[in-house]
């Protein structure tokens, strides 16, 4: 029945207020360790491995999360509403995929892998609820690869998941006024301009930086620019990193059947 407007109405879930969908993946994904048991065409040793990556990167984390502890409502309400938990299907290629993601993320941020960015993108202190919080390089790195995070999400068509996703994260290595170390509106809205002035010199490198490596359209003059500010190593690790999450938008529209989020 149409309301007095003339439009369908539309459920929401109660959990996350999205809207309502009898089938959001196009896979089943696991949900928790004994849920392999359940998946027909895994081997024993598939749902072994899978269990073991499971408990590593989600039920048992080497560092505490903010997830689960009502520390950030808005991002819990929709960390889980993605499509990624169906690599959790094919175990062996979760666990590759772990590794170099473990590897990338110590390698181009220097914290431990994904369990410390997780501790600090889930907690409400952000890099400052970890125990790297006085290391000043860390903290610049880790809010450069925040900030790539973000202009992929703005590049590629405002993402809708990836962007909410991330406006609800920690990302940024400072907390405002307020205490919060979400990205403040007016930064949020000058993500696809790096002219802004609400930029820092470093900030507004780094996302014409990614957006030249995304549109094809790197210049002598930024990749100048970023080897006087970074050196020939940081370049590169941050094209990696574009890339990595290029891949991930890029999976979990695949394999999710919701559009409007």
């Not at 879930?13 to 359940?38: Q, Y």
């Amino acid at each position: 029945m149409k309301d007095a407007i003339g439009i369908e109405p539309r459920e929401r879930e109660e959990n996350t207020g999205l809207w309502k969908m009898d089938k959001p993946f196009r896979l089943d994904p696991p949900r928790t360790p004994s849920d392999f048991e359940k998946v027909p065409f895994l081997s024993d040793e598939e749902k072994a491995l899978g269990v073991e990556y499971m408990k590593k990167t989600l039920t048992e984390p080497k560092y505490e999360w903010g997830l689960g502890k009502g520390e950030m409502p808005k991002q819990e309400r929709i960390f889980f509403a993605n499509s990624l938990g169906c690599l959790n299907l094919d175990p062996k290629l979760y666990a590759i995929y772990e590794r170099y993601y473990e590897d990338l993320v110590s390698l181009i941020t220097g914290l431990d892998g994904n369990a410390e960015i997780m501790q600090a993108t889930t907690k409400k202190d952000g890099i400052d609820a970890t125990a790297k919080r006085g290391d000043p390089e860390v903290r610049r790195r880790l809010g450069n690869v925040l900030l790539i995070c973000l202009a992929v999400s703005a590049e590629r068509g405002w993402d809708q998941y990836f962007l909410q996703m991330m406006a609800s994260t920690s990302t940024q290595t400072k907390p405002d006024e307020n205490g919060s170390y979400c990205i403040p509106t007016e930064k949020a809205l000058m993500l696809r301009y790096p002219k802004s002035s609400v930029w820092t010199d470093e900030e507004s490198l780094v996302l014409e930086f990614t957006y030249a490596v995304m549109r094809h359209e790197m210049t002598d003059e930024i990749w100048d620019r970023a080897m006087a500010a970074w050196g020939p190593k940081e370049p590169m690790r941050y094209i990696q990193w574009i890339g990595n999450y290029i891949w991930m938008i890029m999976f979990m529209n695949a394999l999710s059947r919701r559009k409007d989020w």
